[in-house]
Structure formats: C-alpha cells, structure tokens
C-alpha cells in the first residue's frame, strides 16, 4: 500500500521561499510522485512530477513555472518541491500523489495522494 504525507507548509510573505516535502512509502518501478496545488474554490492544478528512477523532471504550466523545482532521495523515500519568490496567488494546499501511469501532469494520473499541507502567502 502507498502512502504519502506532505510535510512543510507554511505561512509566509511575499517574495519568500519554501521547501516542501513529500515522504513517500510503499511505491515500486519508476513510478512517478506529482505535486499539485488546490486554491479555495478551485480544481488542483498541476504543478511538477518527478520519477524515481528516471529521475526526469516534468514542470507544469502553472504560474509557478520557473519558481520551482522538484528533487527526490531516495535514499530517504522523499521527492521535495522547492518553491521561489512565492506571491500571494501561490496560496493553496500543496498535494503530493504517486502513480503509475505514462503520463504525470493530470489527476488520473495518479491512484494515491497525501493529505495535503497549507502554503500561505501574505503581501
């Protein structure tokens, strides 16, 4: 069984930085781990996905384009998700999932997801 726990979320101001984590147990293959953000009132957006093995790098084209970047370990199991010059539309809960299927930047891509952790940016 996969699990996944987000950890790092955080309330900060305009221009700041964060590092979130994802802690990941129970995936298998080069599977692939996704971030994705979910603002009030809005479906989750993609945001970067990264695969354990192949360790390619794939980014959305959410506005967090170019300030972000996603790294795993595996040595700890854990895929990251740096965020940069955060701005107050950056606001949301960040959701990792893991998934199996050939393409990474959709919902259905994915059968497991964590519990989400807050990101708020304040101006």
């Known amino acids: 069984q996969v699990s996944l726990v987000e950890t790092g979320g955080a309330s900060v101001v305009t221009g700041a930085s964060l590092t979130l984590s994802c802690l990941v147990s129970?995936?298998?293959?080069?599977?692939?781990v996704g971030w994705f953000r979910q603002a009030p009132g809005a479906g989750r957006e993609f945001v970067a996905a990264i695969r354990w093995i192949s360790n390619s790098p794939f980014y959305g084209q959410s506005k967090t384009r170019g300030r972000c970047t996603i790294a795993r370990d595996n040595t700890k199991n854990t895929v990251y998700l740096h965020l940069y010059r955060l701005r107050p539309e950056d606001t949301a809960v960040y959701y990792c999932?893991?998934?199996?299927?050939?393409?990474?930047?959709?919902?259905?891509?994915?059968?497991?997801w964590g519990q989400g952790t807050q990101v708020t940016v304040s101006s």
């Open positions: 999932a893991s998934g199996n299927s050939d393409t990474v930047s959709e919902v259905r891509d994915y059968d497991h």
């Open positions: 129970g995936y298998s293959g080069d599977s692939a």
